[in-house]
């Protein structure tokens, strides 16, 4: 990707190292805070209209608005159950991509969702489903990967990641056209990243199946016979214990099969092909 390279050479020096960390220390934070009874997430979400009153801070602060307050004890387990995910998977990225490349793949979706809001200033934006475009993009680069659910239930991470895909397909569909705009702008990383690359993996797939279907067809069509009886026409495959025998003094070496090799009249011409 050259114009990737050239990017990262001008702009690399600003990258954030270890921005996975920090959107989960200030998510913890906020949640911590809304534990204590000081939520905080009326000052931190995102909505246009109070960006456009000089509140400009929430077009970055409302990445570090937790997916739940919830204070039981399911909430707080699912809520840092997904932290350990995106810290982990976040963390991989940014070793596999590079720190310039990770905060690309993550900037790209928090514009664009910041910019689908300001399309729709009544509503609220949100960076859940930037979070989930990181467990898609690991989840593309390691689909084997095994992880404990809930830290108990092992599954491998690509079923994990078709759930997810699904949802975000049922929410695409039942959801309005502020939502469905939110979640194409989250999902635009991902796709920028590694759509030319599923392209390819398709193009591929689709040769691949059609030479296992020529070499399918090829299997199934019926073997041409080496020898057939110029009288009667029996092949050695419609009688494969029968010896075939070529007649020399025929025109054309004309092939015939033991009954009429002694009585047949010879050929003084070679037949014409195709008659």
């Known amino acids: 990707m050259p114009l990737l390279n050239r990017l990262e050479r001008a702009l690399g020096r600003f990258a954030i190292e270890n921005l996975a960390l920090y959107v989960v220390v200030g998510q913890a934070f906020v949640f911590l805070m809304a534990i204590l009874g000081r939520d905080l ?11 456009f009153q000089g509140q400009v801070w929430r077009v970055f602060s409302f990445v570090f608005e937790p997916q739940s307050l919830s204070s039981g004890a399911f909430g707080v387990t699912l809520t840092v159950f997904g932290w350990y995910i995106f810290y982990l998977m976040g963390s991989a990225l940014e070793q596999f991509w590079g720190v310039f490349r990770f905060n690309l793949f993550l900037g790209i979706g928090w514009l664009l969702t910041v910019a689908v809001c300001f399309l729709f200033p009544g509503d609220y934006g949100t960076a859940i489903f930037i979070g989930g475009s990181v467990f898609l993009a690991f ?25 997810l895909w699904l949802r975000f397909g049922y929410y695409f569909i039942v959801g309005g056209w502020s939502l469905r705009l939110m979640l194409l702008a989250s999902l635009a990383n991902f796709f920028l990243f590694f759509g030319a690359d599923i392209v390819r993996t398709a193009r591929s797939g689709r040769r691949r199946m059609q030479q296992k279907a020529r070499q399918f067809a090829a299997s199934n069509e019926a073997p041409e016979a080496r020898h057939r009886c110029y009288i ?3 092949t050695n495959l419609s009688h494969p214990q029968m010896d075939f025998r070529y007649c020399s003094k025929c025109a054309g070496d004309q092939c015939y099969c033991p009954e009429h090799l002694a009585t047949h009249e010879h050929v003084l011409t070679a037949p014409v092909e195709g008659k």
Do not use: H, R
């Open 139 to 163: 989840a593309y680069l390691n689909p084997d990967f095994e992880m404990l659910l809930f830290f108990i239930l092992p599954v491998k991470i690509k079923w994990l990641a078709l759930l």
């Open 41 to 51: 997430t009326g000052l931190i979400s995102l909505q246009a209209g109070l960006v």
């Open 232 to 234: 009667c026409g029996k």
